[in-house]
Each structure stands twice: as C-alpha cells, then as structure tokens.
C-alpha cells in the first residue's frame, strides 16, 4: 500500500502544531503515513488541491472551515448541524467531513464538575461550534460578546445573549473566554469591571487561548480560581481527527500520551 498523505490547510498555516502532533503519533504507533502543512489561499479551491495532492485526508483552520464544510459529499450529523468542519477524510473518491473541534473542547472541560451554567466571552467561530454542543449535552450557556451583530445568529438558536452595555453579572460554573483577547496582546475580553465582578462569583476559567498565560488566566488566578487553557481543547480535537484518519485503528488512550508529546518539545 501507498503511504498516506495528511495536511493541514489553513492561511496562515506556518504555526500550527498539527503536523507534529500527526507525525509523532503516525511514528509512534507505526501508521505508515505522513502529516505536512499546506498553505490554501483560496477556499473554493479547497476539493481540487485535496485531490491534486493525493491527500487521505486533511484538517482545516481558520478561514476555511466553511469552505470545508461545502467541500464534503458526505457530513457526520453533527458537523451537519453546525456548518464547520475542521476534518475531511477521503473513502473511495468521496470527502467525509466532520468537526472535532466542538468535541474535543467537551473533553477538555469534563474534569470541571457539577457545571451546569457557562458563560462564554466571545461568539466568534468558535464558540459557534462549542455552544451548540455544549447545548446538546444539557448545559446552559450565556454569551456576552463586545459587539450586538455576531449575537443574532445565537438569539435566534435560543440561547441568553448580551452585550457589555446590558450584561449584569451572576455566578456561573465556568467563565469562558472564546475570544482572540489575549493572543497577541494583553488586552482582557470584557471590561474589567464586569470580570472583577463576574470572576469571583464563578467557580472556575477557561481560556482557548493556548501556549501562554493570557491576561484573563491572570485574572482569574488572582481571585485563586481553578483555570485551564486552550492545549488540551487543541490535543483532544487533534486525536479525534486522528481516530478518523486511521478508521479507529488505535483508541483514544493510546493516541493521547504519544500526540501529547508534542506540547513538551
Ligand atoms: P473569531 O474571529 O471567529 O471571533 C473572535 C471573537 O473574539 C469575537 O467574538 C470578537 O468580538 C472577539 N474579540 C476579538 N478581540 C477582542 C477584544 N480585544 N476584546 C473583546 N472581544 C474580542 O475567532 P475564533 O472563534 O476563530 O477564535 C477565537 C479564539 O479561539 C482564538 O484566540 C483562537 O486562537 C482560539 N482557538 C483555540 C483552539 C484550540 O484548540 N485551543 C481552536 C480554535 C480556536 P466581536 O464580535 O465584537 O468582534
């Protein structure tokens, strides 16, 4: 058999861990196939450079996961739902999509016990594909985002919305940042007087963020609450692309201490 070829598409792409986090776990459990990255321009060309590469099978990163989600012949129930899909793999000619993003952060935030209500600061992308899941699964999420228009699509799905201008903070189980806030400067996702506020009266928070400690896990430290970045919401989607690159040959359990090296090199 011909070894398989994996990419991530993205723009940028130069700094995803995705092809470390595959090609360590293709090395380590003796998958023969390999993982590079791809710099994908032009979203719509999405199908022909998948197949003009002879890929098996892709991730895809921001801005294309829309595209990727019309690219596919063939939807898991879930990506379906929501429109994004951050994971094809090909079978006989044919594109399968999925989202391992949304269940790979539920993973993520499953050693926080007893939560029920969740606030999430932001309602990009993201928090698109979380929340919905996050509803399925029976948790009740609230979100408050800087500005009203990202906030219609959410109001109409049913879910609690606000703004700075009309939030009035309570206690929640996890305090949520989904925002870009943080990454690449040292700006807090909502005014500080409303986290002063919201912060001590919640139990734990999380950011997505990963590989640094943001402004907000800063905070939130301060008031000695329990926090959690974005690295294991980042390993957790990464290993279930990989059960579905390699058909479930290996266990999730059997992945995880092998891609997770990864974040120590
Ligand atoms: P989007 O561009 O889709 O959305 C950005 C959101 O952040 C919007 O709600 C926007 O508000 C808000 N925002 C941006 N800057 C600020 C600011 N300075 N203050 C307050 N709000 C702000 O981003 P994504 O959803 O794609 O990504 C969000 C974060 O998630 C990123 O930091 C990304 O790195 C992280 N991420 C982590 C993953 C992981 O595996 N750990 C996976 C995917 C993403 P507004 O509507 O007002 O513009």
Same mark, same amino acid.
């Given at each position: 058999?011909?070894?398989?070829?994996?990419?991530?598409?993205?723009?940028?792409?130069?700094?995803?861990?995705?092809?470390?986090?595959?090609?360590?776990?293709?090395?380590?459990?003796?998958?023969?196939?390999?993982?590079?990255?791809?710099? &994908?321009?032009? *979203?719509?060309?999405?199908?022909? $450079?998948?197949?003009? +590469? @002879?890929?098996? !099978?892709?991730? %895809? =990163?921001?801005?294309?996961?829309?595209?990727?989600?019309?690219?596919?012949?063939?939807?898991?129930?879930?990506?379906?739902?929501?429109?994004?899909?951050?994971?094809?793999?090909?079978?006989?000619?044919?594109?399968?999509?999925?989202?391992?993003?949304?269940?790979?952060?539920?993973?993520?935030?499953?050693?926080?016990?007893?939560?029920?209500?969740?606030?999430? &600061?932001?309602? *990009?992308?993201?928090?698109?594909? $979380?929340?919905?899941? +996050? @509803?399925?699964? !029976?948790?009740? %999420? =609230?979100?408050?985002?800087?500005?009203?228009?990202?906030?219609?699509?959410?109001?109409?799905?049913?879910?609690?919305?606000?703004?700075?201008?009309?939030?009035?903070?309570?206690?929640?189980?996890?305090?949520?940042?989904?925002?870009?806030?943080?990454?690449?400067?040292?700006?807090?996702?909502?005014?500080?007087?409303?986290?002063?506020?919201?912060?001590?009266?919640?139990?734990?928070?999380?950011?997505?963020?990963?590989?640094?400690?943001?402004?907000?896990?800063?905070?939130?430290?301060?008031?000695?609450?329990?926090?959690?970045?974005?690295?294991?919401?980042?390993?957790?989607?990464?290993?279930?692309?990989?059960?579905?690159?390699?058909?479930?040959?290996?266990?999730?359990?059997?992945?995880?201490?092998?891609?997770?090296?990864?974040?120590?090199?």
């Amino acid at each position: 058999m011909q070894k398989e070829l994996f990419a991530i598409f993205g723009n940028p792409v130069s700094h995803s861990k995705s092809p470390l986090m595959h090609n360590l776990s293709f090395n380590g459990l003796n998958y023969d196939a390999c993982y590079t990255r791809y710099l &994908l321009e032009d *979203g719509s060309k999405l199908k022909e $450079t998948f197949f003009a +590469l @002879k890929l098996k !099978g892709v991730n %895809v =990163t921001v801005p294309h996961k829309e595209d990727a989600f019309n690219a596919c012949d063939i939807l898991d129930p879930f990506a379906k739902k929501i429109g994004v899909v951050n994971t094809i793999v090909e079978k006989e000619g044919k594109l399968y999509g999925y989202n391992t993003d949304a269940p790979g952060f539920l993973k993520a935030i499953a050693e926080f016990e007893d939560v029920r209500t969740v606030l999430f &600061l932001g309602a *990009g992308g993201t928090a698109q594909s $979380t929340s919905s899941i +996050l @509803k399925e699964e !029976g948790y009740e %999420v =609230t979100l408050l985002n800087r500005s009203e228009g990202r906030l219609e699509k959410y109001k109409e799905e049913g879910f609690e919305t606000y703004t700075f201008e009309n939030f009035t903070p309570k206690a929640y189980d996890l305090v949520i940042n989904m925002t870009s806030a943080g990454l690449e400067d040292d700006s807090l996702p909502a005014p500080k007087t409303i986290l002063d506020t919201v912060i001590p009266l919640s139990s734990a928070c999380v950011d997505v963020i990963y590989g640094k400690e943001t402004p907000f896990l800063k905070l939130s430290k301060s008031y000695d609450k329990p926090t959690k970045d974005g690295s294991d919401m980042l390993l957790y989607q990464g290993i279930i692309a990989f059960e579905h690159f390699t058909n479930y040959a290996y266990t999730f359990d059997e992945i995880k201490p092998i891609m997770q090296k990864a974040f120590s090199l």
